[in-house]
């Protein structure tokens, strides 16, 4: 099985999120501290996850480890459980991956104790929490290491440096909540920056949609030779609403994070999503918070690709109104569309 590296060499990849609302949907998980407590509270909600990601496309299983980190399990009281937390959610990766050829990817993330005007004492915070999940992903057996929700480019590339240290290809990403890094840099030179220090792909995940993040992609595609990473939400952001954050009903009240149902992007539209990121040169497309299976399997089909869920892709024409000679089976059903 070729690696990370190889892979994105031969084709472009299709990775997949979006677990935390994903389990959160299914009543497995808590909105607000998001702390992955289902993979040891309930794995099989997890590993049928990774199951039906994997047959939608995914070609990566990320290990559910985002907000895994210590400082999270020390805010809901289950610190000890960190090292169990970060193993189970590797396994439980790497099971579903070998029923389907896939790569495992252990993951870090924003920690929200980086601090710029103390970069040197809050990092070495930082730096030692990255360790611990760094290298248990490293010993069950983790293909690579994606960074991603970067809100600061100091706190990515510390992510980067320890990826380095043991070892495996990295893919660093940014959260795009505003068009710099909270510490001033703007995203295609910050991802600019990662390459430089040696990083294997660089590119955005989260915060915004599908259309407010491909324009910043075509930018950092431009600034940087090596891999370019694009997963957004699949809202409908706009460019006065630019993210999901910011996102409000016609009311005027913020609908991040619950109800944002009404700003949900269709299948299509994460199809279109894919075939416009590849058409600008990005390499590992996927989908983040909001991101379901069947986004997947569309914007795999999208990619021309024939995947197991493809055995269940719609086929309107066997359906008993809006089949075949749908004009004469509306006189039957006069009131159907209402």
Same mark, same amino acid.
């Given at each position: ?7 994105l ?6 990775g997949?999120e ?8 299914r009543g497995?998980?808590?909105?607000? +501290?998001?702390?992955p407590e289902?993979v040891l509270? !309930? ?7 990774h199951?039906?990601l ?9 290990? !559910?480890?985002y907000? #895994?980190?210590?400082?999270?399990l020390r ?8 090292e169990p ?5 590797l ?6 991956a070998?029923?389907? #050829? ?6 870090i993330?924003?920690?929200?104790v980086?601090?710029p ?10 730096r030692?929490m990255y360790r611990?999940?760094v ?11 994606i960074s ?6 100091g706190?990515?590339l ?5 990826i ?5 290809p990295?893919?660093?990403?940014f ?5 710099r890094t ?5 995203? &295609? ?7 430089d220090?040696?990083a &294997?792909?660089? #590119?955005?995940?989260c915060?915004?949609? %599908?259309?407010?993040m ?10 940087? &030779? ?5 997963? %957004? ?8 609403? +630019? ?14 994070p619950?109800?944002l149902? +009404? !700003? ?7 199809a279109? !999503? ?19 299976p069947?986004?997947v ?5 999208g990619?021309?690709r024939?995947?197991?869920a493809?055995?269940y892709? %719609?086929?309107l024409s066997?359906? +008993? ?13 006069a009131?159907?569309?209402?």
């Open positions: 099985m070729t690696g990370f590296r190889e892979r060499e031969g084709d472009v990849m299709l997949a979006g677990y935390l609302f994903e389990l959160e949907r497995y998980l808590k909105s607000g +501290p998001y702390v289902v509270d !309930f794995p099989d909600a997890v590993r049928e996850l199951r039906e994997l047959r939608a496309g995914a070609e990566v299983m990320v290990a !559910f480890t907000y #895994g980190h210590r400082e999270k805010m809901i009281g289950r610190e000890q459980d960190l937390l970060n193993r189970q959610a396994r439980l990766a790497k099971e579903a070998e029923e389907g #050829g896939a790569l495992v990817a252990g993951n993330c924003n920690t929200w980086y601090d005007e103390a970069p040197d004492s809050s990092g070495e915070n930082v030692e611990e999940q290298g248990w992903a490293v010993e069950e057996g983790a293909d690579f290491i991603e929700t970067n809100d600061y480019l706190e990515a510390i992510g980067l440096e320890v380095q240290e043991f070892g495996l990295s893919l660093v990403s959260a795009s909540s505003d068009a909270i510490d001033g840099y703007e995203l &295609d030179e910050a991802c600019k920056r990662l390459e220090r040696g &294997d792909a660089v #590119g955005l995940n915060s915004r949609g %599908p259309q407010t491909l324009p910043i992609i075509d930018r950092i595609r431009a600034s940087v &030779d090596c891999f370019v990473a694009a997963q %957004p939400v699949p809202y409908r952001t706009t460019s006065e609403q +630019p993210t999901y954050q910011s996102l409000r009903d016609a009311n005027g009240n913020r609908v991040f619950l109800a149902d +009404p !700003f949900l992007c269709t299948r299509f539209e994460m279109d !999503f894919a075939i416009s990121a590849r058409d600008v040169g990005v390499n590992y497309i996927g989908v983040c918070c909001g991101g379901a069947h986004h399997r569309a914007m795999a089909e990619l021309g024939t995947v197991p493809s055995r892709s %719609p086929d066997l359906h +008993p109104i809006l089949g075949n000679n749908v004009q004469e089976k509306e006189k039957r059903f009131d159907w569309r209402d």
